[in-house]
T-cell receptor, first 114, second 114 residues
Framework: ETGVTQSPTHLIKTRGQQVTLRCSSQ?????VSWYQQALGQGPQFIFQ???????GRGNFPPRFSGLQFPNYSSELNVNALELDDSALYLC?????????????FGPGTRLTVL | AQTVTQSQPEMSVQEAETVTLSCTYD???????LFWYKQPPSRQMILVIR??????QNATENRFSVNFQKAAKSFSLKISDSQLGDTAMYFC???????????FGTGTSLTVIP
């Protein structure tokens, strides 16, 4: 069974640029959630995708957008990067969009915005 | 709104000893789920233990157990026979019965001293 994978591991961007982060869900999982973890903080929910549709969104501006593909992998896109977007971005996959299915986390992508 | 508070930013324990990590939460929901996640330096979040609010019996997983006090909205984690591999950040998390996102605390950094 393949676990959740994320790419890239690290990324450095400058303010105003755009970035795409990728997540491959665990085998058999059709739901992907994205979280932002700022330094010294707990993860904060960005949004969730279930069967290619957005299935809930946290308190993040529209410049944070996402996609889920037919194979259930997912992308997180962030436009017009700001310094405060520097964080660890975690994705988590689960078998369905229903609570309280266990979510399995990937190792994260560390984004630095200069 | 749901909030999770971890009031101990850092803790340490001698190897083989017992340590308790504190967590309180606030919610108006009656049915929900509580979790403890471990985040080692590898950054991958790993589920340690979970508790359904409707269950009165405290959850246990090998050396890990919780003290769930619903009326007090308290959910502490006890680690017995601490091992060096337990060194990590520990996050308390909450999920409503109908929701699809975790609400995380700010974490407790636990160091096990040989």
């Amino acid at each position: 069974e393949t676990g959740v994978t994320q790419s890239p591991t690290h990324l450095i961007k400058t303010r105003g640029q755009q970035v795409t982060l990728r997540c491959s869900s665990q085998s058999g999982h059709n739901t992907v959630s994205w979280y932002q973890q700022a330094l010294g903080q707990g993860p904060q929910f960005i949004f969730q995708y279930y069967r290619e549709e957005e299935n809930g969104r946290g308190n993040f501006p529209p410049r944070f957008s996402g996609l889920q593909f037919p194979n259930y992998s997912s992308e997180l896109n962030v436009n017009a990067l700001e310094l405060d977007d520097s964080a660890l971005y975690l994705c988590a996959s689960s078998r369905s969009g229903k609570t309280p299915d266990e979510q399995f986390f990937g190792p994260g992508t560390r984004l630095t915005v200069l | 709104a749901q909030t999770v508070t971890q009031s101990q930013p850092e803790m340490s324990v001698q190897e083989a000893e017992t340590v308790t990590l504190s967590c309180t939460y606030d919610t108006s929901e009656n049915n929900y789920y509580l979790f403890w996640y471990k985040q080692p330096p590898s950054r991958q979040m790993i589920l340690v233990i979970r508790q359904e609010a409707y269950k009165q019996q405290n959850a246990t997983e090998n050396r890990f157990s919780v003290n769930f006090q619903k009326a007090a909205k308290s959910f502490s984690l006890k680690i017995s026979d601490s091992q060096l591999g337990d060194t990590a950040m520990y996050f308390c998390a909450f999920m409503t019965n109908t929701g699809n996102q975790f609400y995380f605390g700010t974490g407790t950094s636990l160091t096990v001293i040989p």
